[in-house]
């Protein structure tokens, strides 16, 4: 999986983790060994104990293109268990991360791309990135990989069926608008802001931030009391874990020294 000539590339920077996408000369568009080394590295991360931020990012011009349309062509028969399901199964993984997860993105990314990065926590576009809900330029979009139950999530009912029903393209200041990215930044910073943001988030108290994802992800369907009880109980975990006690009473005896000092 670590070949210069794997479909996937799997790094780790200290704190840092880094999958990416290795079909530039088809856009990265995903196939069944593309699917089965990304559910790989998948499981590493969710395996790999000193991972505390995720980064997802498509090497050459293209985050991604969406699924493999030759594959789809020549094998459709297998299609859905060769590329569909172990795709699925790296969806539910990347969700279930108690790390942040941040999709860099750039050029085009469609269909399933697109799809992958709204199952990111954070995502990171360059203003050359452009998007677009469908898979195939047809009258006819089908979902992959989660995006029928992301889109709403971040865009509302309606803009979601605005962007499903008629399948069109909108640019990286469209979507920044729609919300569904959170920072849009020149092609030539795109890489240093994504590491930037991933260093910045690899210094937060494991685990306070993989409660804090499950609180507000897991926040739909739930009554205000519900919420207000996963609260109590995630405020608990995160004080029963000594490294996240140990960083709250120091940081509040710093806080109480600066205002005994500023009071003399």
């Known amino acids: 999986m670590n070949s210069h000539s794997s479909p996937i590339l799997l790094e780790h920077n200290d704190a840092i983790s880094c999958i990416r996408f290795n079909r530039p000369h088809v856009l990265n568009a995903i196939d069944s060994a593309m699917a089965a080394e990304f559910l790989e ?20 011009r293209c985050f991604m293109a969406g699924l493999d349309s030759q594959q ?22 990347i969700g279930d991360l108690e790390v942040p ?20 926590d954070l995502i990171v576009a360059a ?29 509302g009912l309606h803009a979601a069926l605005e962007i499903a029903l008629l399948g069109g393209s909108f640019n990286a200041q469209q979507a920044l608008n729609m919300g569904l990215i959170n920072r849009l930044v020149p ?3 795109l890489e240093c802001e994504s590491h930037c943001l991933a260093e ?10 993989g409660q804090l994802k499950k609180l507000l992800r897991k926040s739909f369907g739930r009554s ?16 029963a874990n000594p490294e996240f006690r140990d960083t709250i009473i120091t940081y509040l005896k710093k806080g109480l020294g600066a205002t005994s000092n500023s009071t003399r």
Request: aromatic letters at 6%; a neutral charge; one cysteine or more.
């Open 41 to 60: 590295a998948c499981r590493a991360i969710a395996n790999k104990q000193k991972t505390r931020v995720l980064l997802i990012k498509g090497e050459g």
């Open 187 to 189: 092609f030539q910073q």
């Open 224 to 239: 205000l009391e519900q919420q207000l009880d996963e609260e109590k109980k995630t405020l608990s975990a995160c004080l």
């Open 72 to 93: 789809l062509i020549d094998s459709p028969d297998s299609f859905e268990a060769s590329v569909l399901a172990p795709m699925n199964e790296a969806m539910q993984l």
């Open 127 to 155: 203003h050359n990135s452009h998007f677009n809900f469908a898979y195939l330029p047809t009258g006819s979009t089908s979902c992959q990989l989660g995006s029928s139950w992301h889109l709403p999530r971040l865009v």
């Open 101 to 120: 997860v941040i999709a860099s993105v750039q050029g085009p990314i469609a269909g399933a791309g697109l799809s992958i990065a709204l199952a990111c």
């Open 200 to 209: 910045r988030l690899s210094k937060s108290v494991y685990p306070s931030y």
